[in-house]
């Protein structure tokens, strides 16, 4: 059984930073691709960030290039997303997501439970 169990959410004020972290367990992901989803208050959950297996490449959403960084250690079953100069729109569930072979963010891939993230003054 795989898990995934994000920490490092909370409250932070506009321009502030904060760093989440994706522990994996179950059986080794370092082959598989990993990404950061976030879903806002009635809106879709959408793509923020993803990164290669080894780490080799990444990608990240228009609205979030330049002010996050998603990075990985597979030796410690790990992936991390720095978010800097956070904006009150960058609030909501922020979802770590591991391809199954289906694709970064299908529904039946391997999904943690989300952190909350609130960009407030």
């Known amino acids: 059984q795989v898990q995934l169990v994000e920490t490092g959410g909370g409250l932070v004020q506009p321009g502030g930073s904060l760093r989440l972290s994706c522990a994996t367990s179950?059986?080794?992901?370092?082959?598989?691709?990993m990404a950061w989803f976030r879903q806002a208050p009635a809106k879709e959950r959408e793509f923020v960030a993803a990164?290669?297996?080894?780490?080799?490449?990444?990608l990240y959403a228009d609205s979030v290039e330049d002010r996050f960084i998603i990075s990985r250690d597979n030796a410690k079953n790990t992936i991390w997303l720095q978010m800097n100069s956070l904006k009150p729109e960058d609030t909501g569930v922020y979802y770590c997501?591991?391809?199954?072979?289906?694709?970064?963010?299908?529904?039946?891939?391997?999904w943690g439970q989300g952190t909350q993230v609130t960009v407030s003054s």
């Open positions: 997501n591991a391809d199954k072979g289906y694709g970064l963010g299908a529904p039946n891939g391997y």
């Open positions: 990164i290669r297996w080894n780490g080799g490449r990444t």
């Open positions: 179950g059986r080794t992901l370092s082959d598989a691709a």
